[in-house]
């Protein structure tokens, strides 16, 4: 079944409703299972995924760009690159200076991504992380450079305040430029508050598309952990411990329920009901197996019913 395309926000960009992420690729996965995986993602009707000049620099043995390399190689070997939409990010701390949004940076960034790709544009380039340091004039001057050279199709904001992008769009849109067009933040059903609270009204004013990480809270939202014993199941059970309070298992038991009534497992569910949300585009979520991948693909098409979502907004309220 192929999965229906969803607009990137205010761009001509068709997306799937899900982004695969990239952060596995040189790191839980080598480029043979890197390869693997994505075309089975791509087979099953998904076109989107998103990676990051840093990633996956915290593997040992990494210096960064491994994860745009492996998709590169990908591409390059599967000829495909016009029906993918590949979402990267820079502004991270790749070492020797090589950070920021700053005037100086961008065109060299950019260029070092593309080529790690394999490809000459990116659909959509965004902002990993502030760079106070850098005007909003400077950063929105130099991205529109590289759009207008061809390179970049669109921008896109990760980590930066609600405050910020506001300020960005505000000056492209008095200087004709191009602004930030999508928002990716942290949000699933157990990290909730900052985005709810904090970057919903700027989404809805700006009409941001909303494509968010750790979807499935690096694991917690899958059920796999329900106590320290279960630390030892992955690379990242040990960042499990935050989850593990009087919330983290009202939503597990949520979950649960819902997928009594529906057969669903709690990553699809957790998946779904963000998809149920108005604000949000895609979700980010990563698989290392085909298994994993199958709960991504399903979660697709999974309707849950008023009651469910009801349950698992309330379950997670903060």
Known sequence: MMATQRTLGKSDLQVSPIAFGGNVFGWTLDQQQ??????????????????????????????????????????????????IIIATKLGGDL?????????????????????????DYIDLYQSHYDDPE??????MEAFNAVIQSGKVRYLGASNLSADRIVQSN???????LQGYISLQPLYNLYDRQKFETE??????AE?????????????????????????????????MKKYLNERGFRILEALDRVSAETGAPAAQLALAWQLHKPAI?????????????????????LEL??????????????
């Open 170 to 176: 505000r000056f492209a849109a008095e200087h004709g």
């Open 199 to 204: 970057y919903l009204p700027t989404v809805e």
């Open 95 to 119: 070492g020797d200076g090589k950070k920021g949004l700053s005037a100086d940076y961008i065109p060299k960034a950019v260029d070092a991504s593309l080529k790690r790709l394999g490809t």
């Open 281 to 301: 585009t895609a979700p980010i979520a990563s698989a290392t197996t085909e298994e994993q991948l199958q709960d991504l693909v399903a979660a697709a098409s």
């Open 34 to 83: 890197s390869f693997r995986i994505l075309d089975a993602f791509v087979a099953a009707g998904f076109n989107f995924i998103d990676t990051a000049d840093t990633y996956s620099m915290w593997a040992p043995g990494n210096q960064g760009g491994e994860s745009e390399s492996i998709i590169g190689q990908w591409l390059k070997q599967r000829g495909k690159r016009d029906d």
């Open 207 to 239: 009409g941001l598309a909303v494509i968010t990480y750790y979807a499935l809270a690096s694991g917690f939202l899958s059920g796999k952990y329900r106590g320290e014993a279960d630390f030892g199941k992955s690379p990242r059970g040990g960042g």
């Open 305 to 318: 019913t008023r009651g469910q979502l009801a349950l698992l907004d309330n379950a997670s309220a903060y």
């Open 134 to 139: 850098t005007p909003v004039a400077e950063t």
